[in-house]
């Protein structure tokens, strides 16, 4: 009964989240320059039963603008699982984080007090960088799969990535088709 009296809460503000953030995102992308830099997130969840992290991921993925990627369980034991999260708008990512940890906490209030160190769990208002990752800025290791990567691998800086055009793709493919 308790968690359908907290449903009957959470939807309209989630219902309600998912249209500012979709009529935001709109008027952004008439605007020169209208923040989109996309960044990842390492969220540490506060949140432990698979019905909240499936809300809270779902949550997460319905709202405009933010993609839940998958979880990563801890390295080791006393430390939380961590929840991928892509954000379109990530200029700033502290502020992105605390979003998260107001939705977590809205989710599942029995978890405010608990404090991984980063914004909006607890006093903390910079974020350190291994929580987050611009995406656009960087290609490299570190965001490959594990058996992909390579000890020499280094980031590269977007300008140096290689340009595949669509008709160099279609160059490349008449040559293997000959």
Known sequence: MKRILHGCVYTP???????????????DSLKPNNGYHPVVLRYPLRVTDAWDIFWFTSS????PGTLSLGLREPPREGLPRIVLVQAVQGDDPADVMASLADMEERVAP????IDYGVPGQGDATELDPAFY???LETVGRHMRAPD??????????????????????LRANRKEQK
Request: proline share 6%; hydrophobic share 45%; charged share 20%.
């Open 13 to 27: 503000w989630l219902v309600k989240e998912i249209f500012v953030a979709g009529f935001s995102l709109a008027l």
């Open 60 to 63: 997460i993925t319905a709202t």
């Open 110 to 113: 029995h978890v405010k007090g």
């Open 133 to 135: 990752e611009y995406t």
């Open 148 to 169: 992909m990567a390579h000890a020499d691998d280094t980031p590269l800086a977007a300008d140096d990535t290689p340009k595949t055009t669509p008709a160099d793709l």
